[in-house]
Every structure is written in C-alpha cells, then in structure tokens.
C-alpha cells in the first residue's frame, strides 16, 4: 500500500522540542524528495522543509531556519522533523509530502505543486 503516516505531534510549551517522523511505504523512498507542510487555521498550506533523494541537499522556510531540522533514515524509510525552540506560531496541522524522483529547483523544493503523495497530518499545538 503507498502511504505516508506522520506521528510525534503533540501538545507543548513554548521553547520546547518535538520529533515529528512519517513512516513511508509502498514506493522507492530513497529515490524520491521528501517534504514537510504545515497549514494552521485561516492559513495556506506552507511548505516547512524539504530534503533531496541523497539527504544533501535541505531547505527551509525562513520561519524556522536554525530551529528545525530534516533528515531522513532510508533503512527504515521514514522522515524526521526535529523542531526546537517551538513558538505558538508554529502551531499547526502537520504533513508529510513525497516529492519526485528528479532534482528540484530552489524554487520548487518548499512548492505544493512540487508533492503528489501527502499523508493525514499529525497536529502540532504550542501553547505560550
């Protein structure tokens, strides 16, 4: 079965930490970009992360740049946001998104259009 299933979110103080992972299968993830989203209520849908096929090559929305980081585990297929330092701001629904098999631009990486696979989304709520 193809999908991709977030897990990790949670309720959190202010300057906390949270580690958001997504369990993919059903498709070759090691060749693929890999994404994380957030849309919070009265808000588009933000790309927040995103990270090549090879793991060298990572981007950031501005927002969370030094804060969070992505990687990715291919023996275990699965992608990891690590978000530290959590404001209010950040909370949100979170998704993991699967991206192509070929490069993307620096303008495509944080893109919507750029994800075709997208799971449930775990939800993310810091509190001040």
């Known amino acids: 079965q193809v999908q991709l299933v977030e897990s990790g979110g949670d309720s959190v103080q202010a300057g906390g930490s949270l580690r958001l992972s997504c369990a993919a299968s059903g498709f070759p993830y090691n060749l693929h970009y890999m994404a994380w989203f957030r849309q919070a209520p009265g808000k588009e849908r933000e790309g927040v992360a995103a990270i090549s096929d090879s793991g060298t090559i990572t981007a950031y929305t501005d927002s969370v740049k030094g804060r969070f980081t992505i990687s990715r585990d291919d023996a275990k297929t699965t992608l990891y946001l690590q978000m530290n330092a959590l404001t209010p701001e950040d909370t949100a629904m979170y998704y993991c998104?699967?991206?192509?098999?070929?490069?993307?631009?620096?303008?495509?990486?944080?893109?919507?259009?750029?994800?075709?696979?997208w799971g449930q989304g775990t939800q993310v709520t810091v509190s001040a």
């Open positions: 998104a699967r991206g192509p098999r070929f490069s993307l631009t620096a303008a495509q990486r944080l893109r919507a259009i750029s994800y075709s696979l």
